[in-house]
Each structure stands twice: as C-alpha cells, then as structure tokens.
T-cell receptor, first 112, second 115 residues
Framework: SQKIEQNSEALNIQEGKTATLTCNYTNYSPAYLQWYRQDPGRGPVFLLLIRENEKEKRKERLKVTFDTTLKQSLFHITASQPADSATYLC???????????FGGGTRLMVKP | GAGVSQSPSNKVTEKGKDVELRCDPISGHTALYWYRQSLGQGLEFLIY????????KSGLPSDRFSAERTGGSVSTLTIQRTQQEDSAVYLCASSALAGGADTQYFGPGTRLTVL
C-alpha cells in the first residue's frame, strides 16, 4: 500500500542547532515533492518544492534533499529559531500526477 | 492580493443537523481541494475539483458528504446528518494548475464541532 511516513513524535532542539526532519514514502514515484509549514489554528503554508531530478534545493535557512532511490526527503532548518516551531508536512505528487498527498507531519519545537 | 477564504471560521451544530461550509479560492485558480484535519492529525483528502472536469470524490468518507463548485469558483462542502466523528477542521486549498508541480494555497479552515 502507499505510505508517506513522517515522525509523529515531536522533535525538540535547541535554538541555533540544525533541525532535520524526515519524509519516507513507499509505492509512490513522485516527480515532485513539496514541504509545507503549519502553525496551530492555521492552514499549511508552502515552503519548498523539489523535482525528482534535483538532489537538493535551498531557500534561506532551509534545505531540502530528495533521494528517489532511498524514497526519502530530508528537510533541514539551519540556525533554528523559536519562531521555526511549527508542524512541517511533506507532500508528494500522487501516481496519477494530478494532486498532492500529504504526510502526517512532524512537530518541531525549538527551545531558546 | 486576497488569499483563500473560508466561512464560517467556527461552526457548532447538533448531531443530526446538516451543515454547509464555504470556500472562496484565489481568483483564477482552476484546482480546488477539500481536506479534513482532526486534532493532532495530518490532512485527510476529501474531494478535488479541476476546471470543468468531474470532481474526484474518492476521499469522501460517506454519502453524507458532498461538495459543489459553482462557476468554477466558490465551493460548498455539505455534511448531512452530522455525527460527532465529523468534528474536525475542514481546510480548503486552491492551486493555479493541477498536479504535484503546483503550490496549494490553503484557507484558514472551518472548525466544526458536532455536539
């Protein structure tokens, strides 16, 4: 069956450290993978998109990797800040190529 | 410009009543999606509209759920004979195109509580 797995346990890190979140998937062959941020009581907000032929994408303090062999994406936040505390969702293009399917998200807590 | 808006922001209803939730997508966006999110959970896909094509209803949990998109713009999600397990946040999103290459823009959601 198709699965998108993100660690359901919260990730707690100290301010200034690098946060690394993992998204693993099975039985998908996505051409695109996206990461979103969701704050409590709000809808998700788009952060980054990476294509299957891109190994890495960066935006300011954010970095995403996409390994289609391992079927895994890693999402990194460098020099993390308490304001980065939120839930981060990965989303894959479905096999029909017509929409995204979202993972369950990982909650990140950055402590000052 | 205006983002995706949803109304009402909160809805409390009694079990067995019907509710309508509204979504106004970003102007010009052809794709519109409805999701449900229970407390502390991920997004559960409900239904997807793309242009004038027949909607993808594969995520609707029961025949009590239905949705319309009039004139390719505003969408209404209707839940008939609500049950307590329908309590959740209902999120709407739109995108300019369909598919995994396009960004989805989410509304703030409607929090539905069924007593």
């Amino acid at each position: 069956s198709q699965k998108i797995e993100q660690n359901s346990e919260a990730l707690n890190i100290q301010e200034g450290k690098t946060a690394t979140l993992t998204c693993n998937y099975t039985n998908y062959s996505p051409a695109y993978l996206q990461w979103y941020r969701q704050d409590p009581g709000r809808g998700p907000v788009f952060l980054l998109l990476i294509r299957e032929n891109e190994k890495e994408k960066r935006k300011e303090r954010l970095k995403v990797t996409f390994d289609t062999t391992l079927k895994q994406s890693l999402f990194h936040i460098t020099a993390s800040q308490p304001a980065d505390s939120a839930t981060y969702l990965c989303a894959l293009e479905n096999n029909a190529g017509n929409m995204l399917t979202f993972g369950g998200g990982t909650r990140l807590m950055v402590k000052p | 410009g205006a983002g995706v808006s949803q109304s009402p922001s909160n809805k409390v209803t009694e079990k067995g009543k019907d509710v309508e939730l509204r979504c106004d997508p970003i102007s010009g966006h052809t794709a519109l999606y409805w999701y449900r999110q229970s407390l502390g959970q991920g997004l559960e896909f409900l239904i997807y509209f793309q242009g004038n094509s027949a909607p993808d209803k594969s995520g609707l949990p029961s025949d009590r759920f239905s949705a319309e998109r009039t004139g390719g713009s505003v969408s209404t999600l209707t839940i008939q004979r609500t049950q307590q397990e329908d309590s959740a946040v209902y999120l709407c999103a739109s995108s300019a195109l369909a598919g995994g290459a396009d960004t989805q823009y989410f509304g703030p959601g409607t929090r539905l509580t069924v007593l």
